[in-house]
């Protein structure tokens, strides 16, 4: 029996998984058709349309801009499985390319993890950069509110000792000082965001252009299938018809036998 079959909307991810952890079962040697290839590439459309990868890169959970890891790591998880489904139907015409086919697998797992730690590391490093820029920010409101109200009150109480009026030039420059040690932070830390976005869509270029190297790769050892099991069809076909044309010599040659004698 085959290890794929038609594929139906209502199939969870989950029982897809099931069927190509159950091909592994199967030996390589048995044939595979062109239709399982087809089913293959069906499912890959139907559970991750091109486009959406991008997509899970640039918006985070509940649509809101970020990095959802655990979906990141769901999505390859898909891509893994169906190239190894891929590698296994090649294995079964050609056992070197399907075993070319799952290092290569295994070398974009390599790459994946060593991605993926890499993008959880700066997503930690950005959340943490806005949340101290969110707390600088409610802190310079606070500073520069309560720098107005001195202000108002110097208004007000200007008439009074020269000590409170001491006091409040020294609370005024206190509050310059800190407002610009706090403007200063901000900078530095929107400097550090953007060399972290910039980071970040680097790495997507990379993960996108390796993506399109896979598809490739798969595209043209199942291209070499293909041509092969054509030519060996028209060897069939060749051996058919001599088989055939030796025959009918053959069935001449003892009538003319069965005449001599």
């Not at 009150?153 to 001491?166: A, I, W």
Request: net charge negative.
């Amino acid at each position: 029996p085959a290890p794929l079959r038609k594929v139906h909307r209502n199939d969870t991810f989950a029982e897809r998984k099931k069927e190509w952890e159950a091909a592994k079962e199967f030996s390589a040697i048995i044939p595979v058709s062109r239709g399982e290839a087809v089913i293959l590439e069906q499912t890959l459309e139907e559970l991750l349309p091109a486009g959406i990868v991008t997509a899970a890169l640039r918006t985070g959970k509940n649509g809101t801009p970020g990095f959802d890891v655990h979906l990141f790591e769901k999505q390859y998880e898909l891509v893994d499985m169906v190239l190894r489904e891929a590698a296994r139907q090649v294995q079964a015409g050609c056992h070197e390319r399907g075993s070319v086919l799952e290092k290569l697998r295994n070398r974009y797992n390599e790459f994946f993890a060593a991605m993926k730690n890499l993008l959880f590391k700066l997503q930690q490093n950005y959340s943490l950069a806005s949340s101290d820029v969110k707390e600088l920010t409610v802190q310079l409101t606070v500073t520069s509110k309560e720098l107005e109200d001195l202000k108002y009150e110097s208004m007000r109480l200007k008439s009074e000792e020269e000590y409170l009026h001491q006091r409040l030039e020294n609370f005024e420059s206190e509050g310059d000082a800190y407002k610009e040690t706090a403007e200063e932070r901000i900078l530095n830390l929107q400097s550090d965001n953007q060399l972290l976005e910039q980071e970040l869509s680097h790495f997507e270029e990379r993960l996108a252009s390796a993506n399109r190297d896979k598809e490739d790769a798969v595209s043209s050892a199942t291209r070499g299938l293909e041509e092969q099991l054509s030519i060996t069809a028209d060897e069939r076909d060749d051996l058919l018809q001599r088989s055939r044309f030796l025959e009918r010599q053959l069935n001449k040659a003892r009538e003319e036998r069965g005449k001599v004698v």
